[in-house]
């Protein structure tokens, strides 16, 4: 089988390299992994030209434009990338029969329902990031529906707060956290960390199955998060913490986060207050497929965003790269 990886330099784009070499599956499969300088995701020829060329069974989208705040300039880019290159890439996927992996945010949503959003949940994106997101899912349902009888299959996961090799949230406290006695931290507005190297395996652990080959599953919206939920103040008190069990010198203390609303901490897009997203439908898929079947992989799905940040700030620290 072809597989094509776009955004190999991002957060997840490197996460699933880690997977694929971990679980030996390039001694399976040929995996092209494609990043800005092989592939502009903004030429849509070039797009085309690389499906034509590589001829992909699966095509795992993990790039897009994803500086939020940026995007509200760059309106053109971040809908080039983020909308039409993603539905280039289902239009191939339906002409072909391929299967198409594509990641959306919690950002598609306004944050205003106080409830954990369900994948049926109207879009309503606040800002341009949120907005090309958005219509990156509509372009691959709409190419999709062109042949409601094709073989072809996607997904979308959406998910939020990525952590991975990159640049992040994290990261960003843990650096503050070295030079500063006291910070203040966004305490109202809610979702769940997500960790890119889970991310990565709980996607491949959908779409193959144990032999590695292509599974089916229903094409849709999935929502992809771990269990819990936190606010920002919340989760960089407690990287905070897990920094100082695993040996960090650091120049701020948990009870030195201030907790202060978004309204005292304004940025050029808005951001939606509740980022919390109930995850019915890959739940479903999760268990069909693990339950009682593959214990560990089961665990994996059903784990807290707790456990994995204190292991990635512990690894940070323990490799000096905070
Ligand atoms: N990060 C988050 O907190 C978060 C939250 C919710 C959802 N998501 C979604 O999760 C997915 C993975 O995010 P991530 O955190 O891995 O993102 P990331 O680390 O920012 O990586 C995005 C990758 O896309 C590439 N890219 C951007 N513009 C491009 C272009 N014109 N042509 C080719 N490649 C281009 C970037 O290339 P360069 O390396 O060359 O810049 C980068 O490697 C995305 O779909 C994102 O929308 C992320």
Not at 134 to 152: R, V, W
């Amino acid at each position: 089988m072809n597989i094509l990886v776009f955004g190999k330099d991002g957060q997840l784009g490197k996460a699933f390299q880690c997977v694929f070499t971990d679980q030996k599956l390039g001694e399976l499969h040929r995996i092209h992994y494609v990043g800005r300088a092989q592939c502009d995701l903004s030429n849509a020829d070039a797009i085309t030209n690389l499906l034509q060329e590589t001829k992909p069974n699966l095509i795992i989208n993990a790039a897009a434009y994803t500086a939020v705040d940026q995007a509200e300039q760059e309106i053109d880019l971040a809908y080039a990338v983020n909308a039409i290159a993603p539905a280039i890439m289902a239009q191939y996927a339906v002409k072909e029969g391929a299967t198409l992996l594509h990641y959306s945010t919690d950002y598609v949503f306004d944050g205003t329902k106080t409830t954990p959003y369900h994948e049926s949940d109207a879009r309503n994106p606040l800002g341009i990031y949120g907005k090309s997101k958005a219509a990156g899912e509509a372009g691959i349902e709409d190419a999709f529906k062109q042949d409601p009888h094709t073989k072809a299959q996607f997904a979308i996961l959406r998910t939020s707060w990525v952590y991975g090799d990159g640049g992040n949230f994290i990261r960003t406290i843990l650096r503050l956290a070295k030079e500063r006695e006291s910070l203040k931290v966004i305490a109202n507005q809610y979702g769940v960390p997500t960790s890119a190297p889970w991310l990565a395996s709980i996607s491949l652990a959908m779409v193959l199955d144990e032999n590695h080959q292509l599974r089916s599953f229903p094409s849709g919206l999935y929502h992809a998060i771990p269990q819990g939920e936190t606010t920002w103040h919340a989760l960089a008190s407690f990287a905070v913490q897990a920094a100082i069990d695993a040996g960090a010198v650091l120049k701020l203390r948990p009870d030195q986060i201030a907790a202060i609303p978004a309204s005292e901490y304004p940025l050029p897009a808005p951001r939606p207050m509740n980022s919390r997203m109930a995850r019915s439908a890959l739940d479903a898929l999760m268990n069909q497929i693990y339950k009682g079947a593959d214990v560990t992989k089961w665990q994996q799905w059903q784990q807290s965003w707790q456990e994995p940040v204190a292991d990635y700030v512990q690894d940070l620290v323990l490799h000096k790269r905070s």
